[in-house]
């Protein structure tokens, strides 16, 4: 998996005979020249095809090279491996038109690992009449839903999403709004770091309330369950057109951390008030700040990373692509049709043999 915030792939090696099983994990930072191309690929423009295609490229010798260095630290080989889920890097979304982009070539990736590979999983759901995100909550309901309790399952990425696994109904869930993007973004821009770690800067500034308030009229927060959005709205020019000059560098980063926790919390709040229990993965369970800020404003709740559920908060999505991949391999649909607004359930994914 390698998500919107753009900070690497994680690679798992999962055994799915029951309840997951993580085997193993292995992390590869993006390089520097690859990060700035892809982030240049996310801005609608004269992108040339040519260098779109050469990152794919190096996109599947980076998801290779990783995947190698997970077999080699788990100690198994790659025959041994039933196919590798591979999400590929979102350049492009726009439901709202009919198509999403995930950057990849699963073709070489599967010469260059001689595994089988399941890629493209979001283009039937779109072409099924869904929004083609969040796909996870499949998996979430799969692997996290209690008998009794009421639970919210919230991946913090580049965007945060939300799944609503309420005793008694089917899962539901959609992307709130920016998760770590801007705040990743505004870091960039101002400490030269992909992202504010631990939340530190932010947590040294103050909330701008005029900022704020003009950030959560957006209208998408308003908008019903069944929405996806990602770079196409929430990209760094979103804030910048409300800014102040007058405004402290780490006060605006401190209002996009709180943005961040209001919408996750509103939209639990709206959807599900008699939640109980809410778990966090993704990069953003990893912000101390962010998450101290999210148990302030969900008081009534517990709140915890879905590492108590016996995945690690780092591991989830990539755990969630090794399921979806297995449910294509067995010919399997998943029925988002709560989630995405997909008219049926679908089989997700192409599969490339070894």
């Known amino acids: 998996m390698s998500g919107t915030s753009l900070d690497g792939v994680d690679a798992v090696l999962v055994d799915l005979q029951g309840k997951p ?3 193993g994990f292995a992390n590869t930072p993006f390089p520097d020249p690859l990060r700035t191309i892809l982030l240049r690929l996310n801005q609608p423009a004269e992108n040339d095809l040519q260098t779109a295609a050469l990152a794919a490229n190096e996109l599947a010798r980076l998801y290779a090279a990783t995947l190698e260095k997970l077999l080699c630290l788990a100690k198994v080989r790659p025959a041994e491996v039933c196919a590798t889920g591979c999400h590929g890097q979102t350049i492009r979304h726009r439901p709202d038109l009919g198509f ?4 990849q070539n699963p073709a070489l990736l599967a010469e260059l690992t001689k595994i089988t590979v399941v890629s493209d999983f979001r283009s039937r759901d779109i072409a099924a009449g869904g929004k083609g995100a969040p796909l996870v909550p499949a998996f979430h309901d799969s692997v996290f839903r209690h008998a009794t309790h009421d639970r919210a399952v919230v991946n913090i990425g580049g965007i945060s999403n939300i799944t609503l696994l309420l005793h008694g109904h089917c899962a539901s869930g959609f992307d709130c709004g920016p998760g770590n993007m801007l705040m990743d973004a505004w870091s960039s821009r101002n400490l030269g770091q992909n992202f504010d770690v631990g939340g530190k800067w932010a947590a040294s500034g103050n909330i701008i309330a005029a900022l704020l ?5 957006e209208p998408y927060f308003a908008e019903s369950p069944r929405k996806s959005k990602g770079r196409d709205l929430f990209s760094l020019q979103w804030p910048e057109r409300k800014l102040d000059p007058n405004y402290r ?3 605006i980063q401190a209002t996009l951390l709180e943005l961040t926790a209001r919408v996750i919390a509103n939209d ?9 229990e809410v778990y966090l993965c993704g990069g953003g369970a990893q912000n101390k700040a962010l998450v101290a800020r999210l148990g302030g404003l969900l008081s009534s709740m517990e709140v915890h990373k879905t590492d108590r559920l016996g995945i690690p908060a780092q591991q989830v999505e990539a ?3 090794a399921w979806l991949a297995q449910q294509a391999m067995n010919g399997k649909s998943i029925d988002l049709t709560l989630i995405t607004g997909a008219r049926h359930p679908a089989i ?5 043999p070894a």
């Open 348 to 352: 997700l994914g192409a599969i490339y």
């Open 319 to 321: 755990v969630a692509f």
């Open 249 to 251: 560098t780490q006060d």
């Open 21 to 23: 099983q993580v085997l």
């Open 213 to 217: 308030e003009s950030m959560l009229d």
């Open 268 to 276: 639990i709040a709206h959807h599900a008030p008699l939640c109980t």
């Open 100 to 103: 999403t982009i995930q950057l």
